[in-house]
């Protein structure tokens, strides 16, 4: 698929703030993906639906959930955690989109999880430091990002756990797998405990 096929795609299913938030997120996935060779068509693809399903109903998004292959588990935490699983199915689905590159990108793109490639990582560093942002610390993960995606990719796992313990939210599994992943990997291969 081509990338305007796709913005054509997602442009009327988003707000106007959402929509422009995923072409700032495609912008900054395709300057991670020259960084790190990795494919900009890719990197643009998902990018652009990452967010694709995040507007479904509730309700749609459960059902999809308990009738297909997603896991089940997902319904018990949060529905921010949703739209993701939902919207990796549904590109497929509806517009045959089955690169599993891709996919994977938009499956974990909230949560991040174990063994990463660097296509889910920068989706995953893309969404979290486009430029509309402002958390807390996000200078640091943008200047990161410029050198070394792991790096940055577990300052966004490390954050994002940070802010959801303040919050006394409960945190996904992958969420964690992500950071024990990319915690192993700073430290140089597979010294676990560290
Ligand atoms: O869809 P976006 O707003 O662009 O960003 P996103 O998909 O990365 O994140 C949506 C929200 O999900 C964000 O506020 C952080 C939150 N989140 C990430 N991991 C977890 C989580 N929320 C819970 N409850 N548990 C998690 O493990
Ligand atoms: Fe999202
Ligand atoms: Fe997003």
């Known amino acids: 698929m081509h990338k305007n096929e796709a913005i054509a795609i997602i442009e009327p299913l988003l707000t106007k703030q959402r929509f422009e938030h995923t072409?700032?997120?495609?912008e900054t996935a395709v300057k991670l993906a020259k960084l790190n060779n990795v494919s900009i068509e890719k990197a643009e693809i998902a990018s652009i639906f990452h967010d694709y399903c995040k507007y479904r109903s509730l309700e749609e998004m459960r059902r999809i959930i308990k009738t297909t292959y997603l896991p089940k588990d997902l319904l018990l935490y949060h529905h921010e955690l949703w739209h993701g699983p939902v919207a990796s199915f549904m590109i497929e689905q509806e517009y045959g989109v089955e690169d599993e590159a891709i996919k994977k990108a938009i499956y974990y793109h909230t949560t991040g999880r174990a063994n990463?490639?660097?296509l889910e990582l920068?989706?995953?560093?893309a969404d979290y430091i486009e430029p509309?942002?402002?958390f807390p610390g996000l200078d640091e993960v943008?200047?990161?990002a410029q050198k070394d995606?792991?790096?940055?990719?577990?300052?966004?796992?490390r954050?994002?756990?940070?802010?959801?313990m303040e919050k006394k939210n409960s945190i996904y599994p992958d969420t964690f797998h992500a950071y024990n992943d990319l915690t192993r990997l700073l430290n140089g291969g597979n010294k676990f405990g560290q």
């Open 149 to 157: 995606l792991v790096g940055a990719a577990w300052m966004v796992s």
């Open 132 to 134: 509309g942002r402002s």
């Open 122 to 125: 920068i989706v995953f560093v």
């Open 23 to 26: 072409l700032r997120v495609a």
């Open 142 to 144: 943008r200047d990161m």
């Open 159 to 164: 954050n994002t756990i940070n802010y959801l």
């Open 116 to 118: 990463m490639s660097d």
